[in-house]
């Protein structure tokens, strides 16, 4: 069954290139309605269903971030895709912190645009099968695909592991991963991945005479100072402080 898509743009050009690139890739998708701003794209809805709203930021009237969080009010649970260019980064971050589930580039590329909406219908696949998964085994699904994130972070050195990369892994959105995760483990990703560097990086102070900024590449710090800052924030010690004060424990 396709998925319905809402374009928002005011460039009529962009809207008609998008259309035309999303029909060539031929997914299950179907651009069901376009407008030109954030209000006429608001009003649309209100009346009408989409499964994905894709917008850019810059509209006039009303722009992309308002259009987001007024979807969220609306709880239709549409998802949305932000579109921006290179020096709009910090509107989307703000639009990730309000929900959205992920972001393209202008120009648009067409290969950019494929993965992007491959791993959406993706996610949609995976949120479809957990609601029609009985409740025992719905309880076993997301845990399934922590055990394959846990098996990603075991198998991958500590300086190349990423968040995107665990969510290409599992076959997920990054965002969803992200979330997953917490709600899994009580933990942030980020957080996990932080302690077990600066586990790590104990073993590496105890066990070899590398240098500082040896053992901070090693286990993924490039910037010698926040790998410091980080150690210290766990341990209660700097990484000098530690190994100097496991010697002074070595009987002479």
């Known amino acids: 069954m396709k998925k319905n898509i809402l374009l928002v743009d005011d460039e009529r050009w962009v809207r008609t290139a998008l259309k035309w690139t999303i029909n060539k890739l031929n997914l299950p998708l179907h651009v069901v309605h376009e407008c030109e701003n954030g209000l006429e794209a608001?009003?649309?809805?209100?009346?009408?269903?989409?499964?994905?709203?894709?917008?850019?930021?810059?509209?006039?009237?009303?722009?992309?971030?308002?259009?987001?969080?007024?979807?969220?009010?609306?709880?239709?649970?549409?998802?949305?895709?932000?579109?921006?260019?290179?020096?709009?980064?910090?509107?989307v971050q703000q639009a990730i912190r309000t929900g959205v589930t992920d972001y393209l580039l202008k120009p648009v590329e067409e290969t950019e645009l494929k993965v992007c909406l491959e791993k959406w219908l993706e996610m949609k696949s995976q949120e479809e099968t957990k609601r029609n998964t009985p409740k025992d085994e719905d309880e076993n699904l997301p845990f399934s695909t922590i055990e394959k994130v846990l098996q990603y972070i075991e198998t991958t050195p500590l300086d190349q592991i990423t968040l995107k990369d665990a969510a290409e892994f599992v076959h997920m959105n990054h965002s969803y991963l992200s979330q997953l995760f917490k709600q899994q483990l009580n933990k942030k990703f980020v957080d996990y991945i932080t302690e077990l560097r600066i586990e790590e990086s104990k073993r590496l102070l105890l066990n070899t005479s590398l240098r500082m900024s040896e053992i901070a590449e090693r286990v993924g710090y490039s910037d010698l100072a926040y790998f410091s800052n980080n150690f210290k924030r766990l341990t209660g010690f700097s990484p000098s402080e530690f190994r100097k004060s496991a010697l002074e424990k070595v009987p002479q």
Request: glycine letters at 2%; aromatic letters at 6%.
């Open 42 to 91: 608001l009003d649309w809805i209100k009346q009408n269903d989409a499964d994905l709203v894709i917008t850019d930021i810059r509209m006039p009237i009303m722009d992309g971030l308002s259009l987001v969080k007024e979807l969220s009010h609306l709880k239709k649970n549409q998802d949305v895709i932000v579109i921006s260019v290179h020096d709009e980064f910090q509107f």
